[in-house]
Nanobody, 124 residues
């Protein structure tokens, strides 16, 4: 059974940092794109960042470029999202996800696997 388990969310002040983790299990993700989406209250779920497990190539939404960094640890089967210079508009539930098709993944179309999410609140 495939599981994606997020951790690391919480309350942080504007300008602060958090690191999210996504522990993956249940299959080999060698040919997968893995990454993060977020959903703020009253808004649609949106793409944040992705990493190709096999090559390490990274992709970001324009809204987080230069502030967020996605990475992976092959040995731990874990994907991370380092979030710096956080803004109130980054407040959302952050979901880990995985799919074999990068283009569809970034479009949030028919994604194979989802985690249950972790809440990030940016507020003073």
């Amino acid at each position: 059974q495939v599981q994606l388990v997020e951790s690391g969310g919480g309350l942080v002040q504007p300008g602060g940092s958090l690191r999210l983790s996504c522990a993956a299990s249940g299959r080999t993700f060698r040919n997968y794109a893995m990454g993060w989406f977020r959903q703020a209250p009253g808004k649609e779920r949106e793409f944040v960042a992705a990493v190709m497990w096999s090559t390490g190539n990274r992709y970001y939404a324009d809204s987080v470029k230069g502030r967020f960094t996605i990475s992976r640890d092959n040995a731990k089967n874990t994907v991370y999202l380092q979030m710096n210079s956080l803004k109130p508009e980054d407040t959302a539930v952050y979901y880990c996800a995985a799919d074999t098709d990068l283009v569809l993944f970034m479009r949030n179309y028919g994604i194979d696997y989802w985690g249950k999410g972790t809440l990030v609140t940016v507020s003073s």
